[in-house]
């Protein structure tokens, strides 16, 4: 048996180095868990100070190692963005499960002024 705090929930995502400039401590996040239409909000809480290369030899400064898919092109390396959720909704998604999560900047943005093409063209931004 496990024992997990209640309100301690997070999400770990693991954001490409070449979009990690609009990533900041404290900058509101947008979490969407794959398959599911509720959007969850949450803050960016931390940016890892550093990974390792998984096809390097051992790394033993504690630093995270993320795996690349292919080992014959290079890929953006993946950084690990800690989010602290804004509301716990218990434990609806198990951990390790797939999200989108978008990284609004300082402040949420506020969909109520945005046109049918805005919406339509952040959602599309979600899926790459």
Same mark, same amino acid.
Not at 53 to 65: H, L
Not at 76 to 96: C, E, K, S, T
Not at 103 to 126: C, N, P, S, V
């Given at each position: 048996? &496990?024992?997990? =705090?209640?309100?301690?929930?997070?999400?770990? +995502?693991?954001?490409?180095? /070449?979009?990690?400039?609009?990533? #900041?401590?404290?900058? #509101?996040?947008?979490?969407?868990?794959?398959? %599911? $239409?509720?959007?969850? =909000?949450?803050?960016?809480?931390?940016? !890892?100070?550093?990974? /390792?290369?998984? $096809? $390097? $030899?051992?790394?033993?400064?504690?630093? !995270?190692?993320?795996?690349?898919?292919?080992?014959?092109? @290079?890929? &953006?390396? @993946?950084?690990?963005? *800690?989010?602290?959720?804004?509301?716990? *909704?218990?434990?609806?998604?198990? +951990? %390790? /499960? /797939? !999200?989108?999560?978008?990284?609004?900047? &300082? =402040?949420? @943005?506020?969909? @109520?002024?945005?046109?049918?093409?805005? =919406?339509? !063209?952040? *959602?599309? *931004?979600?899926? %790459?």
């Amino acid at each position: 048996m &496990a024992l997990v =705090k209640e309100g301690s929930f997070y999400v770990m +995502a693991y954001m490409e180095e /070449t979009k990690l400039e609009g990533v #900041r401590p404290g900058y #509101r996040a947008e979490i969407t868990p794959l398959g %599911g $239409s509720v959007v969850l =909000k949450g803050t960016v809480n931390s940016v !890892a100070a550093g990974v /390792t290369n998984a $096809s $390097s $030899s051992n790394d033993a400064k504690g630093m !995270a190692t993320v795996d690349s898919n292919l080992e014959w092109v @290079r890929l &953006a390396q @993946r950084v690990p963005v *800690r989010i602290q959720l804004d509301q716990q *909704r218990g434990n609806l998604w198990p +951990a %390790g /499960t /797939t !999200a989108t999560v978008v990284i609004t900047g &300082a =402040k949420d @943005r506020d969909e @109520r002024q945005m046109t049918f093409f805005q =919406k339509l !063209a952040l *959602r599309l *931004r979600e899926f %790459g």
